[in-house]
């Protein structure tokens, strides 16, 4: 029988719809962590910090979507996309209601390019299933 789209969802912690946030969010962690400590004990200028995050954020858009649809192992572009979609979302509630704060990029592109993103690292991850 063919698993639908919502019964991915249905598989507890092995879920693919967790899984991709597990890797987008313990990416970006990791990465913020490290990018604080070069702020504080080298050199380097806090003027770089923009290229930094966007370098960042598509890395672990990437593999947040790789992992997911290496999980999944069909629909690779629906799975992975949806992953960006759920990561733009929350980043742009987060901003709006916590910090009261306005985009500084336009929502819709920030959305597209989370989608396009994650979609392309789901469709590696569906084809690099053993």
Same mark, same amino acid.
């Given at each position: ?7 991915? =969802? ?24 490290? =990018? ?18 966007? *370098? ?22 629906? *799975? ?5 979609? *759920? ?10 209601? =916590?910090?009261?704060?306005? $985009?500084?990029?336009? $929502? ?21 299933? $053993?």
């Amino acid at each position: 029988m063919k698993e639908t789209f919502l019964d991915t =969802a249905r598989r507890g912690w092995q879920s693919p719809w967790l899984v991709g946030q597990y890797w987008i969010w313990g990416i970006i962690l990791f990465c913020s962590f490290l =990018a604080a400590l070069g702020l504080r004990y080298t050199s380097l200028p806090s003027d770089n910090l923009t290229a930094i995050s966007y *370098i960042v954020n598509a890395g672990a858009l990437f593999a947040g979507g790789l992992a997911s649809g290496r999980r999944s192992g069909q629909k690779g572009l629906m *799975i992975g996309g949806v992953q960006g979609l *759920i990561y733009a979302l929350f980043v742009w509630l987060l901003s709006f209601l =916590a910090f009261d704060a306005a $985009p500084a990029v336009n $929502p819709l592109a920030f959305i597209a390019f989370a989608f396009a993103i994650s979609a392309l690292g789901g469709m590696i991850g569906v084809n690099t299933k $053993p």
